[in-house]
Structure formats: structure tokens, C-alpha cells
């Protein structure tokens, strides 16, 4: 049985193609999009994902991606980087905006979030890898800030999808995390720092939601997953569950 790609169902209806990649048994490496494994495994499983999504891979655009805050617009001359040469992605960039068509973006994950964005009035599409540090210097809320500035988009018709990732479940963290999270002053910040058996626990996805409104989104034009890479390791590459060997998935979305 072929795996098909994650998909949210109201970013289907609203047209948009999109994906996320999964785990899937019977290819190479576990379906690994990133990584770890040889060139040759990586593009054999992006090829046969991609055929999957139903965007044409060789046009996809990918990141170099460091964890950091850069949101890069991205442009039809740029068309295809770091798909077939993942060394040639856009450089230290952990979010992709576009305003052009046929044109995919990509973000790898393992745990961490990846909120997809689309702007109908624009149109603008974008993607956003958000883990812990990008997250706590607010790169979701920069993503945003980019589309409506640059682009003129109205926050307020902002659609925003956080993909699988790493849930409040499974997500204990140091207190180092949480500090810097706070110190940054987010409103409404302590609704994603939760404790259990004394341990401290960041809801990345609550977090996430939290700088998307800051950005000015509705709450009701933002629709979470749910799904807890490490509660369902099988199905999902997760850092926690397996390490960094464990392979990638890859988030994906264009505009028509
Ligand atoms: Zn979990």
C-alpha cells in the first residue's frame, strides 16, 4: 500500500497543493527526504514523494536551513535550488515566501514545526521551519510580518497550517528554553510553557499559533495537525524518537 502525503483539508479546498512527506516502509531509508543517507537515496525518495504530492520536484525550491530567523522571497530565477543538489538550497533561510506560480517551496522537519502559509488576497504562499529557536525568536510571526509588508497581504485573510511536529505530549525542554522563550515578551506567552512531573514542557504548537496572532492572523484562519511526530515515530521522522539519524520528512506548498 502506497503511503500518501500528510494534507490539510482546508488548504486542499482553498485549492492550494501542498503536502508533508511521511515515513513510509518500502522506500529506501524509510522515505528519507534529507540527509544521513546517500545523494542517490535521498532523490530516488524525494522523486517518488514529490510524484506522490504531484509537484514537479526539479522546480521545488529548498533551504539551507540553520535554525535561525531569515525569511527569504523567493523568485522564479531561483526556481528548482537545492532539490536535486541540496547544497545549492537558498542559504541560511528557515522560512520561503513567494508570490509566484508553480513554484514549490520545501522545508525539511524532524520534530520541528512547519506552518505553512497562504495569502488569497495576494496571491503569496509561504513556508516556515520552526523548531525551538526559530520559534522562540519568532520567525512564524516574521514569515507574517514579510507576506503583509512586502507582498501587502491583510493579516487578517491569512490562512495558517502548523504540519506534524513535536507535541506538548513529548516536548520537555530546559528551563534555558523556556527563559528565552518568555524573554522575549510574546502576549499571552506562558499559554505554551507547561510543567509536568517537574519538568518543563514547550508547546510549540501553541507557541506558533500565539505569533501568528501577534502577526495579526484570525485564531479561526489557523488550523494545527495535532499529530505528535514522536507519539507516532513509525509513521513520522522524529529527532527525539530515533536522533539524527532517523531521517526527514519535507513540507511542501505552491501556488496554482
Ligand atoms: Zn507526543
Redesign the pocket.
Known amino acids: 500500500m502506497i503511503v500518501r502525503p500528510f494534507r490539510f483539508a482546508r488548504l486542499s479546498a482553498l485549492g492550494i497543493p501542498h503536502g508533508v512527506t511521511k515515513r513510509d516502509p518500502s522506500l529506501p531509508a524509510f522515505g528519507s527526504v534529507s540527509g544521513n543517507v546517500t545523494i542517490s537515496i535521498v532523490l530516488a525518495n524525494r522523486r517518488a514523494w514529490w510524484e506522490r504530492l504531484g509537484l514537479p520536484l526539479e522546480h521545488t525550491v529548498f533551504a539551507r536551513q540553520v535554525h535561525g530567523t531569515r525569511v527569504t522571497v523567493v523568485t522564479a530565477s531561483e526556481r528548482g535550488r537545492g532539490a536535486l543538489e541540496p547544497g545549492t538550497g537558498i542559504p541560511e533561510s528557515d522560512a520561503l515566501v513567494t508570490t509566484e506560480r508553480n513554484l514549490p517551496l520545501a522545508m525539511i522537519c524532524a520534530d520541528c514545526v512547519p506552518v505553512l502559509l497562504y495569502a488569497p488576497d495576494v496571491p503569496a504562499i509561504g513556508v516556515v521551519h520552526a523548531g525551538w529557536r526559530g520559534t522562540v525568536a519568532g520567525i512564524t510571526r516574521q514569515a507574517v510580518h514579510i507576506l503583509c509588508t512586502l507582498f501587502s497581504a491583510r493579516p487578517e485573510r491569512l490562512w495558517a497550517f502548523l504540519g506534524p511536529s513535536?507535541?506538548p505530549?513529548?516536548y520537555e525542554v530546559g528551563e534555558e528554553v523556556i527563559t528565552a522563550w518568555l524573554a522575549t515578551e510574546p502576549s499571552n506567552g506562558h499559554q505554551a510553557v507547561l510543567s509536568r512531573n517537574g519538568r518543563a514542557i514547550f508547546d510549540l504548537w501553541r507557541a506558533n499559533e500565539l505569533l501568528l496572532v501577534e502577526g495579526g492572523v484570525d485564531p479561526a484562519h489557523i488550523e494545527r495537525a495535532g499529530i505528535?511526530t514522536?507519539?507516532h515515530a513509525g509513521e513520522w521522522f522524529s529527532y527525539r524518537a530515533n536522533g539524527s539519524r532517523a531521517g526527514a520528512q519535507a513540507a511542501v506548498i505552491a501556488l496554482p
Open positions: 513535536i507535541g505530549c513529548c505528535c514522536r507519539c
